[in-house]
């Protein structure tokens, strides 16, 4: 299936990050910057196979040289925390030939940043690993009709109810910033991806594929299924070399829940639609006739299966009817033993399993989604920790450049140590953190889900019993219909009642001549 991933970030100085670096990494190439006289050089990456750049009809020509592109983006922008560009990393389906990709992305900028004029830097990046994706820079600010960059956003003054401006208590008018244009607000990501989204569906239809891609999260798509944690580069490439992390063997576990889950959803469903259908078939059998029982109807299908089988040799008909005796035998004995015998009994047995599972999968997605938590919650622990002596040693410092000069030296590490508090104090505002707790929980959790994915499995084998049943009952043959159980003692019904009319109708015929 088409994967699904499109990420959308910002390139911001004040991570320490550069325009003009970001497109030497996707583009492949070496580029000079001219904001901090640096060469940014990639030209050793592999795995690039094409690098275009999109213009909107109104930016200088110039603009076509990647290098030109992005020092011009990075000048412009003088504040020390600027947002100099927007990218954005997408897949790209494996099911759609690797020679129509640029027209996909052309077909999705030019629709949906050329035409609103923003300049596109996008390249197509493939290792032959089965991870085809492409990179897409934006530019940030719009441009007037000579191609001069224009501001991001402009001072509005408020109003009052009659239409004049409001004066503050010092002096100056109230007003406000607007954007001038509505790229940062939060709906066009939702169209972005929507739109990316049409153009993969498209491409994948004009290529005769069944598949299709939905970019909108599970529980947006009504799909009751756990999403799985985003790995990371550096955890990808450790699983990629067989290295097994916490991250990812929680992945696979959360893969192997959701498998579980889809198929006894399935099961549930066929057992409903199939009981629903053999109840209906039922009552249509003449009321003379006693219902029969669903161990009586296995016996029924082993009678079936016997007269199948009277061309075969004498040690074949054995043969078979010893292994149907023991899958029937061991079927009738889980009907005992639930005491299940009428379709009634079988209705209320497999209503109690689906209620049983429904409340299994709440459990199981609650602890779950605590267990994400807790794991985001430890690492998050472990890392400041980890970072407090440098935390330490910056909030010591009292001048003002020497903190900036030391901070510049370790952004990293306290980014890191600011990210992770941020995160603790989100669910311990209290701030009483205990990783030793937080482990302890992570196990617990881990050891909870294990026995409720047993408790899943034991239904799994009770819903496959009653597979097993219905199979037998009603069973169905590749390329072709075969009549029920029930449809053939109906049959066979009807057939005595012809011949009791018909043996009533000579009677009375006789007794017409005498």
């Known amino acids: 299936m088409p ?211 939905d970019l909108r999260s599970f529980e947006r798509q009504g799909i009751d299924l756990a999403p799985t944690i985003h790995l990371g580069p550096a955890v990808t490439q450790m699983e990629k070399r067989g290295i097994e992390t916490n991250i990812g063997n929680l992945n696979r576990d959360i893969k192997r829940t959701n498998r579980a889950l889809l198929a006894i959803r399935k099961l549930i469903a066929e057992l409903q639609s199939w009981l629903a259908a053999l109840i209906e078939k039922r009552d249509k059998l003449v009321e003379e006739m006693r219902e029969p029982t669903l161990p009586e109807l296995l016996m029924q299908y082993m009678d079936e299966r016997r007269d199948e089988r009277n061309d075969w040799s004498a040690s074949g008909q054995r043969k078979g009817t010893n292994m149907d005796l023991k899958k029937v035998s061991h079927a009738i004995a889980f009907l005992q033993e639930h005491e299940i015998a009428t379709m009634e ?37 472990d890392s400041a920790e980890r970072l407090l002596p440098i935390h330490h040693q910056y909030a010591e410092i009292g001048w003002k450049s020497k903190k900036e000069k030391f901070y510049q030296e370790h952004k990293a590490e306290i980014d890191e140590y600011n990210k992770a508090l941020r995160l603790l104090y989100k669910f311990y505002p209290d701030k009483k953190i205990s990783n030793r707790a937080l482990k302890a929980e992570l196990k617990e959790l881990a050891d909870d889900l294990e026995a409720l994915n047993k408790e899943l499995a034991a239904i799994k084998t009770d819903l496959d019993e009653l597979k097993f049943v219905h199979n037998c009952i009603s069973p169905k043959e590749p390329g072709k219909e075969k009549a029920s159980v029930i449809d053939r003692l109906h049959d066979k019904q009807q057939i005595v009642e012809e011949q009791k009319r018909k043996g009533k109708t000579r009677s009375n015929s006789r007794e017409n001549e005498l």
């Not at 583009?27 to 592999?46: A, P, Q, V, W």
């Not at 399993?353 to 605590?370: P, Q, W």
Request: proline share 4%.
């Open 3 to 213: 994967c699904p991933h499109f990420k959308i970030t910002i390139i911001q100085r004040s991570h320490g990050q550069s325009a003009v670096a970001g497109a030497a990494y996707q583009s492949g190439e070496k580029l000079y910057s001219e904001y901090d006289s640096k060469t940014k050089s990639y030209s050793e990456k592999k795995g690039i196979v094409y690098t275009e750049i999109m213009l909107p009809a109104n930016a200088p020509p110039e603009y076509s040289d990647r290098n030109t592109l992005w020092n011009a983006a990075e000048k412009i922008e003088k504040q020390w925390n600027a947002q100099l560009a927007r990218r954005i990393v997408l897949a790209l389906p494996r099911e759609v030939p690797a020679d129509q990709f640029p027209a996909m992305l052309q077909d999705f900028c030019r629709e949906h940043f050329v035409s609103q004029g923003m300049c596109v830097d996008f390249a197509i990046h493939d290792k032959g690993d089965g991870n085809p994706h492409a990179h897409i820079m934006l530019t940030m600010r719009a441009m007037d009709e000579h191609g001069n960059w224009l501001p991001k956003s402009r001072k509005v003054y408020d109003l009052d109810e009659n239409g004049n401006r409001i004066r503050l208590p010092s002096g100056k008018w109230k007003s406000h910033k607007e954007d001038t244009v509505d790229w940062n607000e939060q709906s066009k990501a939702e169209i972005w991806r929507h739109g990316w989204e049409v153009v993969t569906n498209r491409y994948l239809e004009q290529n005769v594929r069944p598949e299709r891609v």
């Open 345 to 381: 009994d079988l209705q209320s047995h497999l209503n109690e399993k689906e209620a049983a599972f429904s409340d299994l999968d709440n459990t199981i997605r609650g602890k779950e989604k605590r267990l994400r938590d807790v794991q985001a919650l430890v690492k998050a622990s």
